[in-house]
């Protein structure tokens, strides 16, 4: 409770030091909105609903491209774990395409599948793939040998080794894979955004898009304040569980 | 548990070699060792000496490269419930509980209904005197209490033979004290073979009914000792004491001169021809010794 309280007064104190700054004229009122403006913009937006269908536009093409980066990625870094060949091959790859920034995509992207849906996906799939699966590989691999051992000779082998023993003992590393997978899903899919003008749904990139073309600042702002809202959202409700399991069982702090 | 198979561990002139960094390690030289059932056999030698090779050996985690191993009639070729092993870290599983960790060998031998195996996990944590860490996770326990479990979980699959390397090493004097204790109780009580490899003579003479010492490069078994001293033995007795002298003497004797782990190159084969000292109180001419 104190640490929350901690937090909203920090908060406030920077809403109301913003204020201040707009008071006093440091910068034109075109390029620093008042925060209640900003505040405004956002209650209005919430009340006409197209803040919650942009919000929903994104927040499904983030689920489909993160959820394949996952179906994919985490076969992929046990595949690098397991076999020499793989690591080489497709391990080497992975390192060298997750050092890639995801908007480099953007390009390829809009000219092998236009301005669709798939560009999109495409962009946030390439984003967080490579990091998934190379934070899956490190982890399994970072496994103390002596787990397999003892689950050897207690009955285990095979495929019951690899679920109940390999992967729980690299969920540490696994999750925070998985964190980054998430975030590096998350940037691509707003720099896709602001470069796919798609028809098919209007997305929170768009919205910030548009707030530039018109020169709305007050939009600007609010849209970029809603994606770091829901970033933190998403952080708590998906990983705070692993996160607290993990500090009751292994006795790491998240 | 049943008297009429009477199975016995036999180990068969086995050799085992390993590539090391520094070339070919040659862990067990033709060694041979059969342990009765329901017998507590220690095997005690400088590192180097095979101890915990032959160990591993016997729980099918490795294959020897020579001889063969019988467990009974049949031959080890992998790991076996009628094996449970005991490592030196606790090698339990951070991600499960104390109970499930207890649980796990258990839930692989056998399909149960999930009441039962509670009631078994619990049964077994109360051998050891942990039943109220059920629920507990496994970095909340002490490092006594971490081998502890580590013991519910190798006796809760019903094993024949537990095979314990260096269990309690690293563990303070006090808790190891009252794990001598525990684990001579449950022995007794529950009937296992105990092969159980240490390098410290006195746990060796506390623990087993005969003592196997092993020599280094390559391992060998250099001489046994049975001990007849009564039980529940404690560590601190002086009779122990006496016998753990004699046995300690006896290791410094079977060593190269200079100290064992640094003189690899020096050849054996001068000492292979000795045979065991027969000078030894409590030495069992009886006992198999390799022909």
Known sequence: MKRFLHAVVFFLALAVAWELCVRA?????????????????????????????????????????YVAGIVLGVPLGLLCARFRVAQDTLGTMALGLQTLPSVCWAPLALLWFGQTEWAVFFITFMGSL???????????????????????????RGLHTWIFVALPAALPFIVSGMKQGWAFAWRSLMAAEIYVTILTGFGLGHLLHYGRELNAMEQVIGIMLLIVGIGLLVDRLLFMPWERFMHKRWGLSG | MVPSTRPKLSIQEVSKRFQGSRGEVHALDRVSLDVEEGEFVCLVGPSGCGKSTLLNLIAGLERPDEGRILMGERPVVAPGPDRMVMFQESALFPWLDVMDNVLFGLKRKEKLPAIELRHLGLEFLRLVGLERCAHAAVHELSGGMKQRVALARALAP?????????????????????????????????????????????????????VVLFSPHPGRIR???????????????VHLA????????????????GTPGTSPALPLSPERTREPAALNPGWSPALPEKA
């Open chain 2, 223 to 237: 001489e046994q000792f049975r001990i007849d001293l009564p039980r529940p033995r404690d560590i601190n007795d």
């Open chain 1, 25 to 65: 004229r440091v910068w034109p009122k075109v390029l620093l909105p008042s925060p209640l403006k900003v505040a405004e913009f956002i209650g209005s937006s919430v009340a006409d609903g197209t803040l919650l269908s942009a919000s929903w536009v994104t927040l499904k093409r983030l689920l489909l491209g």
């Open chain 2, 158 to 210: 019903n094993p024949r033979m537990l095979l314990m390397d260096e269990p309690f090493a690293a563990l303070d004097a006090m808790t190891r004290e009252q794990l001598y204790g525990d684990l001579q109780r449950i022995w007794q009580e529950h009937k296992k073979t105990i092969v159980f490899v240490t390098h410290n003579v006195r746990e060796a003479v506390c623990l087993g009914d005969r």
């Open chain 2, 242 to 257: 006496e016998h753990a002298t004699l046995i300690t003497q006896a290791l410094r004797n079977h060593a190269q001169p």
């Open chain 1, 130 to 156: 490579w990091s998934i699966s190379l934070a899956v590989e490190s982890g399994v691999r970072n496994v103390p040998p002596i787990y397999q051992r003892a689950a050897r000779t207690m009955g285990s």
